[in-house]
């Protein structure tokens, strides 16, 4: 199922983000669709090591969320 996700981007850091992911030969969807399922351990996780990276960068980055934790493995 897709779900659609709008960012606020100024057009420079578009660019610059359209250019990462030319230079690594991956989609920006993909870049994002990963990311958010290591995030939350999710099914299309890359594995332990960049599920604690993305962990740490969000705990590191002082928004005001509840520190992220492992998931419970049941829908909410």
Do not use: W
């Not at 399922?37 to 509840?66: F, M, P, T, V």
């Amino acid at each position: 199922m897709e779900h659609n996700v709008t960012i606020d981007l100024n057009d420079l850091d578009y660019m610059n983000l359209k250019y990462l992911v030319k230079e690594n030969h991956i989609s920006l969807s993909k870049l994002f669709e990963k990311f958010a399922s290591d995030l939350i351990y999710g099914e299309k996780s890359n594995g332990g090591n960049q599920r604690s990276s993305a962990k740490d960068y969000l705990n590191s980055c002082q928004y005001d969320l509840h520190r992220v934790k492992e998931p419970k493995k049941e829908l909410l």
